[in-house]
């Protein structure tokens, strides 16, 4: 069975720092691109940010280019999202998802709360 | 950068046809897909390369694309069909690069 668990999520204050992670199993990881996807109440879904299979490319939106570094462990099946310098406008839930271009699995997320 | 363009709200009946568009200018040369969201749950796929099912989805979901206009209908809603739904889809000419989803499209079934 597929799984996607994230973790890392809370509470920082503007400028702060977060990481977030997903553990990945049920699936042979190294195998597909991953993808975070976050949602607000307010805009609905965003896309984030991708990377390939083995690390070697990765896409970002605009807004997050230059503060967010998505990265993998593949020997540990794990995705990250280092966030810096976040903004009011980061809160969000984070979601990691298995990219085959649709994203067919997903975690439960990850809340992140940015203070101004 | 490339926008789709979503309806904010459909309301139906429960029983009558539902139909959510998608708006975008690539759309005529890149696959839709679709997600419905319920509230405080993840996004679920609902259709993939504009006209496919995943397995687990009911049938009466189903996708269409002409132009640059994609459509997602769900004949016979019922209400437990309520949920935002969401199209994706990428302007770029490689399948992983930059990806946008739609604003969301709140649909009401009573």
């Known amino acids: 069975e597929v799984q996607l668990v994230e973790s890392g999520g809370g509470f920082v204050q503007s400028g702060g720092s977060l990481r977030l992670s997903c553990a990945a199993s049920g699936f042979t990881f190294s195998r597909y691109w991953m993808t975070w996807v976050r949602h607000t109440p307010g805009k609905g879904l965003e896309w984030v940010a991708n990377?390939?299979?083995?690390?070697?490319?990765?896409n970002y939106v605009d807004s997050v280019k230059g503060r967010f570094t998505i990265s993998r462990d593949n020997a540990k099946n794990s995705l990250y999202l280092h966030m810096n310098s976040l903004r009011a406008e980061d809160t969000a839930v984070y979601y990691c998802a298995r990219d085959r271009s649709d994203l067919d699995y997903w975690g439960q997320g990850t809340l992140v709360t940015v203070s101004s | 950068s490339y926008e789709l363009t979503q309806p904010p709200s459909v309301s139906v009946s429960p029983g009558q046809s539902a139909r959510i568009t998608c708006s975008g200018d690539a759309l005529p040369k890149r696959y839709a897909y679709w997600y419905h969201q319920k509230s405080g749950q993840a996004p679920v796929l609902v259709i993939y390369?504009?006209?496919k099912r995943p397995s687990g989805i009911p049938e009466r979901f189903s996708g269409s694309s002409s132009g640059t206009m994609a459509t997602l209908t769900i004949s016979g809603a019922q209400v437990e069909d309520e949920a935002d739904y969401y199209c994706?889809?990428?302007?770029?000419?490689?399948?992983?690069?930059?990806?946008?989803f739609g604003g969301g499209t709140k649909l009401t079934v009573l």
């Open positions: 990377i390939k299979e083995d690390g070697s490319a990765r």
């Open positions: 390369e504009d006209t």
């Open positions: 994706y889809s990428t302007d770029s000419s490689d399948s992983h690069g930059l990806w946008v």
